[in-house]
T-cell receptor
Framework: SQKIEQNSEALNIQEGKTATLTCNYT??????LQWYRQDPGRGPVFLLL?????KEKRKERLKVTFDTTLKQSLFHITASQPADSATYLC???????????FGTGTRLKVLA | DAGVIQSPRHEVTEMGQEVTLRCKPI?????LFWYRQTMMRGLELLIY????????DSGMPEDRFSAKMPNASFSTLKIQPSEPRDSAVYFC???????????????FGEGSWLTVV
């Protein structure tokens, strides 16, 4: 079945380190992939979009890569801070559907 | 812009009762989505509309669920009768036109937390 998987349920890292989150998908050939952040009790909030012809995208301390051969996206937070603690979701839109499919999410905790 | 507005934020109801969740999308957005989020299943798409017309309702779990969008600024998700397994957070989201970065982004409301006892 078509699915999007994200690594581990929870990821704990020390403040200042780089957090790396993984998003793997099967049976899709998306034109782009998105990453969202979700805080407890809140709705997901868009962070970054990367297109299939972009290998890497950066925004401040965030970096996203997109490997269409591996069907994988990596999401990096450099110099992580406790305020980065949240659940991070990847999402893609199967071409021609307008249906955004979300991954299972990775809960990140940055320890002070 | 006020963003996507959902009501109620929290609802506790008894099994068998009708539940109506409401959503006001961002003005000018022509796509509206209803999602359900649970710990077990994550964020699931239930149904989406384009220009007030339901396009894909394949995610609606069963006939007890129905959704309407009578105009561009209002949508409802109704559960009748409700069951304990319907307990979840229900999110409404909207998306604008076009294919720029904003056109591909969906904006979520804060969710409606439903508990059916």
């Amino acid at each position: 079945s078509q699915k999007i998987e994200q690594n581990s349920e929870a990821l704990n890292i020390q403040e200042g380190k780089t957090a790396t989150l993984t998003c793997n998908y099967t049976n899709y050939s998306p034109a782009y992939l998105q990453w969202y952040r979700q805080d407890p009790g809140r709705g997901p909030v868009f962070l970054l979009l990367i297109r299939e012809n972009e290998k890497e995208k950066r925004k401040e301390r965030l970096k996203v890569t997109f490997d269409t051969t591996l069907k994988q996206s990596l999401f990096h937070i450099t110099a992580s801070q406790p305020a980065d603690s949240a659940t991070y979701l990847c999402a893609l839109e199967p071409p021609g559907t307008y249906k955004y499919i979300f991954g299972t999410g990775t809960r990140l905790k940055v320890l002070a | 812009d006020a963003g996507v507005i959902q009501s109620p934020r929290h609802e506790v109801t008894e099994m068998g009762q009708e539940v109506t969740l409401r959503c006001k999308p961002i003005s000018g957005h022509d796509y509206l989505f209803w999602y359900r989020q649970t710990m077990m299943r994550g964020l699931e798409l239930l149904i989406y509309f384009n220009n007030n017309v339901p396009i894909d309702d394949s995610g609606m779990p069963e006939d007890r669920f129905s959704a309407k969008m009578p105009n561009a600024s209002f949508s409802t998700l109704k559960i009748q009768p409700s069951e304990p397994r319907d307990s979840a957070v229900y999110f409404c989201a909207s998306r604008g036109k076009g294919w720029g970065a904003d056109g591909n982004t969906i904006y979520f409301g804060e969710g409606s937390w439903l508990t059916v006892v």
